[in-house]
């Protein structure tokens, strides 16, 4: 089918919409006409694009080009797998990496070595044994598609010095570590001098490793009252993972609770006011933590599919391209967030990936800065199919029960792992050689999806599966068999034991704190008050267990609430509780807050310092959504700091 | 076809040329800079309009020549009649100021325009900048108010509902900052903890060896 034709009545639909924008944004019937942007009939000539660039654009629309990215063709350049950053040898790091920051001046940049100035916590009883280097830079020849012109973008490369050999990608290198073997990354700022960004990006950058249990110095925070967060050009910064699971140095000594083991994490810019074009411009990427029982290989632990062959990361993000010149453009002004109508996949414009009929391991990431999507398996040969996959993780987490759903929502920073099976495709739903992964929510602006499902084939595909045949051996685990709600789901399930959900009912919250998500001229408050890196807004007791109400009143937006540190329990949905079978009943970092209350438990163990609470809607982020808060051995008492 | 009809379109919308087919890009050349501007002007374009602008003494001004181009500016948008955010906006401003010290008048200025064009003349803007701690390198700006509006509309302090963004009781209170030769640009809420702002303001335009 043809992916520009849409049903008339949508079009028209559309059309309305559009045309409404546009006259919002300061444009008359009679200069559309002129233009030519009507017909007679009154609808817009077209119908994609409009939308973002009318509402993602702050500026007026005579003056602006966001948003109408050239169209191009899906599905001309296959998938790219991100490479796994290779492990470095102690020999290769000039200075040695040091526990306590190194704080010595660099001749040559007149700068400290190092960026970072806390010490790493717990790496003498964690001593090093995964080293890697990675250097971070512009890359001038990125190609995320032949129709569009090879371009800037900022990434992450091998390790080496020779940028010519060994060029930054977007999305970085894959770092793929193993619970107890603590791990070093030192990351080398080499980005281009402010001047040369090419109209957005900033070339300080913190390194925040999504979802992992890090000490407050190697958690890549966006800013703390007295410590340093982001680190500028010449300068590296060494990040330390204890690679422990959590409770190591409090509820479960000494190695921590494998049912808090984490699986898809990821990486990326966290630089204070500027985020969201700097993970725009490319500096994200993917870091998978592996076990003994969530191994990496499928004839062995859990027997989830191989890495990497079945085991295949997909980092999702949206972009605008100027219609002009076919450069990535972003919304410096925009204040809602910005939704793009260009829709990338580990860095190409839905591309397109040779599956065999098997089952995979994909886990998917929404990348953003700001779209939720919902996904779905499509047959574009046949619309009427309601193909089924397996979720196994939300946020990375394993699942206590594997579900078995029709599609899967994403919104900002969150990751789903989901299983696909090939096989059962090909036998149950006419042995079709392609399927696509589309996303059918359709979302307008930063605010929040507009609740309209697209109807199969109408949305937009980010990625073609295209089915190889041929036999091809599969030692993998089928989870349809145990999947709920096959098998009914239960507050004891343990479908991957031993990481199974942790118990939350022998957990007394040392108090109840409320958090109340404003809105008022424009700028965000949470209770009431605006963000402030000169000092935390509360002091949580280390080691203990907190209930967080999260409240938002900011009248029709949803964020995506992160809270760094350890993961936290939905309990309760606007009071009501969530059930085993929910997508919600799992290990989570992020969650979706739209009008409505949530209840959350979270632990706060092992590590002390400061750590933030944030919305990852990076561009509410970057304009100051955001507070600081404390670990520290004795906590306060305020119930809505 | 349907993309060379957007395309001619955006030619009519944009102040871009239109080039040539979508083929063009295939081969032409990467560079950050391109088509025919740099990534610097095209910013300019897109968010920084060389309106004419007046001072609070009279004095005429462009917005992007003569306020904008190669310095660093802090700009923020009130009205002398609003009695709730903006003098609180403005005496947060006035602190910040005192707190970044010299370099105000030197390497960063400051611009404060109304949003009631039509009664800030630049005689009440002058009485009302008089009433607070306002040092040298902070100018009140007024102009013609489809200007102002424009202007207001490039530089981000805007709504995207329109009902919303007409209330101008609820207008955004937000202390833009830029580097503009740098394409460096955030904004702040401006009744944020001044210390806070200006440590901002350090990490972003002044001292680039300041780490925390």
């Known amino acids: ?641 | 076809m349907v993309t060379m009809t957007r395309r001619g379109v955006l030619g009519v919308l944009g102040a871009a040329p239109v080039v040539g087919g979508l083929g063009a890009w295939a081969t032409r050349r990467s560079t950050d800079h391109g088509g025919q501007l740099s990534a610097r002007e095209r910013f300019q374009r897109l968010h920084l309009p060389d309106v004419p602008l007046v001072t609070a003494p009279g004095l005429a001004v462009h917005f992007y020549t003569d306020l904008v181009k190669d310095k660093k500016v802090l700009i923020n948008f009130i009205y002398t009649s609003c009695t709730e955010q903006c003098p609180l906006a403005t005496a947060n401003i006035a602190r910040v100021q005192r707190m970044l010290g010299a370099p105000v008048g030197r390497e960063i200025f400051m611009y404060t325009i109304t949003l009631d064009p039509v009664v800030d003349t630049p005689a009440v803007l002058a009485e009302y900048a008089s009433r607070y701690d306002v040092g040298p390198g902070w100018s009140f700006l007024t102009g013609k108010p489809a200007d102002i509006d424009r202007l207001r509309r490039a530089l981000g302090f805007t709504f995207q509902n329109a009902e919303e963004d007409a209330d101008v009781d609820n207008h955004v209170g937000m202390l833009r900052h830029g580097d503009e030769p740098a394409m460096k640009w955030a904004g702040v809420p401006v009744l944020g903890n001044p210390q806070h702002i200006v440590r901002g303001l350090r990490w972003d335009l002044m001292d680039a060896a300041s780490e925390a």
Not at chain 1, 363 to 384: E, H
Not at chain 1, 449 to 462: L, R, S
């Open chain 1, 1 to 641: 089918m043809n992916l520009l034709r849409f049903q008339v009545d949508r079009a028209a639909l559309r059309a309305r919409r559009n045309r409404q924008e546009l006259i919002a944004a300061g444009l008359n019937r009679r200069d559309m006409l002129t233009m030519a942007l009507l017909t007679g009939g009154g609808f817009l000539v077209t119908q994609q694009g409009l939308s973002a660039w009318a509402s993602g654009s702050s500026a007026t629309p005579s003056s602006f080009g966001l948003g109408l990215s050239p169209k191009v063709t899906p599905f001309v350049e296959p998938l790219p797998i991100m490479p796994v950053l290779p492990l470095r040898p102690a020999s290769a790091f000039t200075p040695a990496p040091t526990i306590a920051a190194n704080r010595t001046i660099n001749p040559a940049t007149g700068l400290p070595f190092e960026g970072r100035t806390e010490s790493h916590q717990f790496r003498e009883r964690f001593p090093v044994q995964q080293q890697f280097i990675t250097r971070m830079g512009a890359n001038p020849n990125v190609s995320v598609h032949p129709d569009l012109p090879a371009q800037t973008f900022w990434g992450f490369n091998l390790g080496d010095t020779d940028f010519a050999a060994d060029p930054p990608l977007s999305p970085g290198p894959t770092i793929v570590t193993r619970y107890h073997a603590p791990t070093l990354i030192r990351r080398y700022n080499q980005l281009p001098p402010q001047a040369q960004n090419g109209g957005f990006g900033v070339p300080e950058t913190s390194t925040h490793l999504h979802n992992f249990h890090s000490g407050p110095d190697s958690d890549g925070g966006a800013c703390d009252p007295v410590q340093a967060r982001f680190f500028r050009r010449g300068q590296f910064y060494d990040y330390y993972q204890t690679m422990q699971y959590a409770g190591f140095d409090s509820t479960h000594p000494p190695l921590g609770n494998v049912e808090e083991a984490l699986s898809t994490l990821w990486y990326h810019d966290h630089r204070v006011d500027h985020t969201a074009e700097n993970v725009y411009k490319g500096l994200a990427g993917f870091h998978l933590a592996f076990n003994e029982f969530d191994t990496g290989d499928e004839n062995t632990g859990l027997r989830l599919p191989s890495f990497p062959a079945f085991d295949i990361p997909l980092l999702l993000a949206d972009k605008l391209f100027d219609p002009d010149t076919g450069l990535l453009v972003f919304d410096t002004f925009g204040l809602d967030g910005l939704v793009g109508d260009t829709q990338l996949v580990n860095g190409k414009v839905q591309p397109f990936l040779e599956v065999r009929k098997r089952r995979y391991r994909f886990r998917v990431l929404d990348a953003g800065p700001s779209r939720t999507y919902r996904l779905f398996l499509t047959n574009p040969d046949n619309l009427s199919q309601s193909i089924p996959l397996w979720q196994i993780s939300s946020d990375g987490n394993l699942l206590p029960r594997p579900l078995e759903i029709k599609s899967f929502l994403l919104g900002a920073a969150e990751r789903a792992d989901v299983i696909i099976d090939f096989k059962k495709i090909a036998e149950r739903f006419g042995n079709p050689s392609r399927i696509w992964l589309e996303n059918r929510l359709e979302m307008v602006n930063g605010r929040k999806p507009t609740g309209t499902i697209f109807p199969a084939g109408q949305g937009t595909p980010v990625l073609e599966f295209r089915l190889l045949g041929g036999n091809v051996v599969d030692n993998s685990f089928d989870p349809e068999p145990v999947a709920s709600p096959r098998v009914p789901a239960s507050v004891t399930d343990n479908v991957f034991a031993p990481i199974a959900l942790p118990r939350i009912d022998n957990l007394t919250p040392r108090l109840t704190r409320t958090f109340r998500f404003e809105r008022g001229n424009g700028q965000w408050q949470i209770n009431g008050q605006l963000m402030d890196c000169t000092k935390f807004r509360f002091t949580v007791q280390r080691n203990t267990t907190e209930r967080w109400i999260l409240q938002n009143s900011s009248g029709g937006w949803e964020h995506p609430i992160h809270i760094h540190l350890e993961e936290f329990r939905i309990v309760r949905r606007n009071g009501r509780l969530v059930r085993p079978g929910e997508g919600d009943f799992g290990r989570q970092d992020v969650v979706q807050l739209g009008d409505e209350d949530i209840e959350i438990l979270m632990q706060f163990r092992d590590f002390r310092g400061g750590y933030p609470m944030h919305c990852h809607n990076t561009v509410h982020e970057d304009h100051q959504m955001m507070l600081l808060f404390e670990v520290a051995d004795v906590g306060d008492n305020k119930t809505a700091p």
